[in-house]
Nanobody, 115 residues
Framework: QVQLVESGGGLVQPGGSLRLSCAASGIIFSINAMGWYRQTPGKQRELVAAITEGGSTNYADSVKGRFTISRDNAKNTVYLQMNSLNPEDTAVYFC?????????WGKGTLVTVSS
């Protein structure tokens, strides 16, 4: 089994920054992808950013240039640095780990961007 625990969400003013963290534990294989998704009420969960064990990254167009995903393989931890936040970034952010065809999810952390 795999457990994912997110942290770092909260309330931030427009233009501000937050850093999300997600620590994975359990049976973690060396080849995997980790990422962040977000969801708002009434909408589907959408990919924000993902990173492979080798460091290849993928970003949603809406966050390119503002968000940076990184990971520490030794700690099985993925990070999401979010800068220049705007109200449209308000959502519950979910950590994801994908390995050998299986997807695992964290419980989510709420990010609210508001003045």
């Amino acid at each position: 089994q795999v457990q994912l625990v997110e942290s770092g969400g909260g309330l931030v003013q427009p233009g501000g920054s937050l850093r999300l963290s997600c620590a994975a534990s359990g049976i973690i294989f060396s080849i995997n992808a980790m990422g962040w998704y977000r969801q708002t009420p009434g909408k589907q969960r959408e990919l924000v950013a993902a990173i492979t064990e080798g460091g290849s990254t993928n970003y949603a167009d809406s966050v390119k240039g503002r968000f940076t995903i990184s990971r520490d393989n030794a700690k099985n931890t993925v990070y999401l640095q979010m800068n220049s936040l705007n109200p449209e970034d308000t959502a519950v952010y979910f950590c994801n780990l994908h390995q050998y065809g299986a997807n695992y999810w964290g419980k989510g952390t709420l990010v609210t961007v508001s003045s």
